[in-house]
């Protein structure tokens, strides 16, 4: 089993930067990809980054790269999502989750979930 909880985030004005964490619990942490996700309101769940359990490789959604970065350190079971140029769009709340397979871009193929972070960016 693993157990999820996000931190991090608020409200914070556009161009600003937050870091979210996320940090797990529970003897497996270290076999799992992670990723990240968020939903706005009416919106679906939408992929944003995801990392590999060593950390050495990366993937992210168009909308994120360039400005988004996910990290990772398994010494202390937590994935950071670090969030810079933010943007009115980026509001939502945001989730971290432990990737199952096969398509990591996909929220079904994700096994555990946080309970989610608002973050909220104006104008």
């Known amino acids: 089993q693993v157990q999820l909880v996000e931190s991090g985030g608020g409200l914070v004005q556009a161009g600003g930067s937050l870091r979210l964490s996320c940090a797990a619990s529970g003897r497996t942490f270290s076999s799992y990809a992670m990723g990240w996700f968020r939903q706005a309101p009416g919106k679906e769940r939408e992929f944003v980054a995801v990392?590999?359990?060593?950390?050495?490789?990366?993937y992210y959604a168009d909308s994120a790269k360039g400005r988004f970065t996910i990290s990772r350190d398994n010494a202390w079971n937590t994935v950071y999502l670090q969030m810079n140029s933010l943007k009115p769009e980026d509001t939502a709340v945001y989730y971290c989750?432990?990737?199952?397979?096969?398509?990591?871009?996909?929220?079904?193929?994700?096994?555990?979930w946080g309970q989610g972070t608002q973050v909220t960016v104006s104008s």
């Open positions: 989750a432990a990737y199952s397979g096969p398509d990591y871009y996909t929220p079904e193929s994700y096994s555990y």
């Open positions: 990392i590999s359990w060593s950390g050495d490789d990366t």
